[in-house]
């Protein structure tokens, strides 16, 4: 099973729709877990942390499911400019030393349109 | 602040030449990390370091090397380049208060190298 598996897409939706990406990850013991943005030929930016009680900013929610070991995020509202690649990012523990270091997700892309 | 910038934005090899990409960040972090972005395969780390003098390996850290003389920089090295080794890599760079994996990673704009 890979480390962090997210369905690749791409979703189509129009404005103004409610759209969900999934996010699976293999290591149970994982503490820490983002959402990344990356646009098209651009450098990932973070767009929220997920917690364990999930998570609202604004248009988007995070939720977190440790027992299935599931992430998701809610779009909302959905915006032209919200069209981008969104990543499912986890810490890993069994490398790098105490603290891990970050396994990303290939991403879903989202495409909304007018 | 400039965050964190790379050098160069675009490159093209040769096979078995040597180069090095430059990552610079003036945020004071600690913690900086290279990155290989494939097509279909997300991004994989390459090294990592957590302080000037330290490195160490990420996933895919096989034909190159790095070095963390300053704060500020955390150049890659290609020893002797790939076709494998095409790619677009970012420098990123993360403060180490608390748990280095639960900040965030800021990533500078990449290099898209090409090797022939």
């Known amino acids: 099973r890979k480390e962090v598996e997210q369905d690749p897409g791409p979703f189509n939706v129009p404005e103004g729709a409610t759209v969900a990406f999934n996010c699976t990850y293999s290591n149970s013991a994982s503490q820490s877990f983002f959402w990344y943005r990356q646009d098209c030929r651009k450098e990932p930016k973070l767009l929220m942390s997920v917690y364990s009680s999930g998570n609202e900013d604004g248009r988007f929610t995070a939720q977190l499911n440790r027992a299935s070991q599931y992430i998701s995020l809610l779009i909302r509202d959905s915006k032209l400019s919200d069209s981008a690649t969104y990543l499912c990012?986890?810490?890993?523990?069994?490398?790098?030393?105490?603290?891990?270091?970050?396994?990303f997700g290939k991403g879903t892309k989202l495409s909304v349109k007018p | 602040n400039a965050g964190v910038t790379q050098t160069p934005k675009f490159q093209v090899l040769k096979t078995g030449q040597s180069m090095t990409l430059q990552c610079a960040q003036d945020?004071?972090?600690?913690?900086m990390s290279w990155y290989r972005q494939d097509p279909g395969m997300g991004l994989r780390l390459i090294h990592y370091?957590?302080?000037?003098?330290?490195?160490d390996q990420g996933e895919v850290p096989n034909g190159y090397n790095v070095s963390r003389s300053t704060t500020e920089d955390f150049p890659l090295r290609l020893l002797s380049a790939a076709p494998s080794q095409t790619s677009v890599y970012f420098c990123?760079?993360?403060?180490?208060?608390?748990?280095?994996?639960?900040?965030?990673?800021?990533f500078g704009p990449g290099t898209r190298l090409t090797v022939l």
């Open positions: 990123a760079s993360s403060d180490v208060r608390g748990w280095v994996s639960r900040n965030e990673q800021f």
């Open positions: 945020m004071n972090h600690e913690y």
């Open positions: 990012v986890v810490n890993i523990l069994n490398y790098g030393g105490s603290q891990g270091n970050l396994i």
């Open positions: 370091s957590v302080g000037a003098g330290i490195t």
